[in-house]
C-alpha cells in the first residue's frame, strides 16, 4: 500500500514569493494535515481538511492556506514568503479515529 | 506554560536498557499520539491512546487521563532506536499539539 506523497521534496524560493506544496493521502484517508517544523518552534499544527472542507486551523497568518480536492489530495500555499517560513513542511492522513500516517516532508528554504 | 511538556529532553542508554520517556499534558484530549522521527525528518506514528496500554513489539505506551500523563517505554533498547520521539494530543478533531520531543542515543 503506498504511503503518504508529499512533492516536491525539496524547494528553495525568494522572499516575496509564492510556493505550492502538494500531498497525497494513502488511498481512502479523508482526513489530511499539514504541520509546520522548524528549529525554534517545532512541531505546529496548520490547517486539517476532510471531504474537501477545512475543519481545523492553527495560529497561523492568513499567507498559509490549503484546500482538498474531491480525491483527497491536498495542497498548501504560502503567499509573500517571508525568511521565517523555512520549514520543514509535513503532511499527515488518517482514517477517523486511527492513527496518523505522515508524508516525508516538503523543506522548503526562503533565501 | 506549554500545553504538553516532556520529559527529559535528551535521553542517552546502552544497548539494552530500560527506557521511559514521559509526556505530560494541560488540556482536554480525545487521543494521545507517540511520534518517532529519525534524522532526514520522516515522522513514524508508533501508538495512538485514548485509555489504558498498548504493546507493539519492544515498546509500550500508557495514558493517565485522570492524572494526564502518559509514558512510552522501550525495552531492551537497541541502537536503532535512536531517533526523536514525540508526544503530540489530540484536541478535537485531528488537531494535534505536540511537546518538544525527547531526543534519545542509544549506544552499543
Known amino acids: 500500500k503506498a504511503g503518504v506523497t508529499q512533492t516536491p521534496r525539496y524547494l528553495i524560493k525568494t522572499r516575496g514569493q509564492q510556493v505550492t506544496l502538494s500531498c497525497s493521502p494513502i488511498?481512502?484517508?479523508?482526513?489530511v494535515s499539514w504541520y509546520q517544523q522548524t528549529p525554534g518552534q517545532g512541531l505546529q499544527f496548520l490547517f486539517e481538511y476532510f471531504s474537501e472542507t477545512q475543519r481545523n486551523k492553527g495560529n497561523f497568518p492568513g499567507r498559509f492556506s490549503g484546500r482538498q480536492f474531491s480525491n483527497s489530495r491536498s495542497e498548501m500555499n504560502v503567499s509573500t514568503l517571508e525568511l521565517g517560513d523555512s520549514a520543514l513542511y509535513l503532511c499527515?492522513?488518517?482514517?477517523?479515529?486511527?492513527?496518523?500516517?505522515f508524508g516525508q516532508g516538503t523543506r522548503l528554504t526562503v533565501v | 506554560k506549554n500545553e504538553v511538556e516532556q520529559s527529559p529532553q535528551n535521553l542517552t542508554a546502552q544497548e539494552g536498557e530500560f527506557i521511559t520517556i514521559n509526556c505530560s499534558y494541560s488540556v482536554g484530549i480525545s487521543a494521545l499520539h507517540w511520534l518517532q522521527q529519525h534524522p532526514g525528518g520522516g515522522i513514524v506514528s508508533l501508538f495512538m491512546?485514548?485509555?489504558g496500554k498498548k504493546k507493539h513489539g519492544r515498546l509500550i505506551a500508557t495514558i493517565n487521563i485522570q492524572e494526564k500523563h502518559s509514558s512510552l517505554h522501550i525495552t531492551a533498547s537497541h541502537p536503532r532506536d535512536s531517533a526523536v520521539y514525540i508526544c503530540a494530543v489530540e484536541e478535537g478533531t485531528d488537531k494535534l499539539i505536540f511537546g518538544t520531543g525527547t531526543r534519545l542515543q542509544v549506544f552499543p
Open positions: 499527515a492522513s488518517r482514517r477517523t479515529g486511527e492513527r496518523a500516517f
Open positions: 491512546l485514548s485509555s
Open positions: 488511498s481512502g484517508h479523508r482526513s
